[in-house]
């Protein structure tokens, strides 16, 4: 039984990173809306997390920031602000691209355990929709600013502004859409995922 179960929870690890890997490489990963680009990509990550908890979430986490950090050397696209960063500072472009997404998806299964445990499988859904566009974006302009906050690159961004004000017009409306996209996708999608009892030992 415990072999049946570990084989199932691999396979729905594989499935959610080959989602993920595709939604990173293929526009299904994003949402053009005039000049807003609304990234889906911690949806895998925030299902990965409620299906097979904290290890889970830090798995998908870890595929996520993977084909961020690739995307700063032009694999499977090309990020400009990645590209300058890693042209500072490799270490640091990979370990703020990378380590945010792990911890991310590794905070995320114990946020709907807690969830689930007081409110409900239904809500700690959603709520783990919610934070896992919102703690992505906390981490990575965390690392951002503690890592590259004194760079010249990153000065001539901030432009002697608070860094509060900077972050807020840095992430924007962009930001917002995504958190109520997470929400939704994941609060429905997730919810029903665990009404299948695909993975029962996580009740």
Not at 43 to 51: F, K, N, R
Request: proline residues 2%; charged residues 10%.
């Amino acid at each position: 039984m415990k072999t049946r179960f570990n084989t199932r929870q691999l396979t729905i690890l594989g499935l959610l990173t080959g989602i993920l890997l595709l939604m990173a490489y293929t526009p299904l990963g994003y949402l053009n809306i005039g000049i807003l680009a609304i990234s889906f990509n911690v949806i895998p990550v925030a299902l990965a997390a409620i299906t097979l908890g904290p290890a889970g979430g830090a798995a998908a986490g870890a595929v996520f920031g993977l084909t961020s950090f690739l995307q700063c050397i032009g694999v499977g696209g090309i990020s400009g602000m990645g590209a300058i960063l890693f042209g500072i500072n490799p270490v640091l472009a990979f370990i703020q691209r990378f380590v945010p997404r792990l911890l991310d998806g590794f905070l995320l299964g114990y946020i709907f355990r807690a969830i689930q445990k007081r409110k409900g499988a239904r809500l700690g859904c959603f709520v783990t929709g919610f934070f896992s566009a919102f703690l992505n974006t906390l981490f990575f302009m965390a690392a951002l600013i503690l890592l590259f906050g004194n760079t010249e690159y990153l000065q001539e961004m901030i432009g002697g502004r608070n860094i509060l004000l900077f972050v807020c017009s840095f992430v924007g409306i962009n930001a917002v859409c995504e958190m109520i996209a997470s929400t939704i996708i994941t609060g429905a999608v997730g919810y029903a995922l665990y009404r299948s009892r695909l993975f029962s030992s996580q009740r």
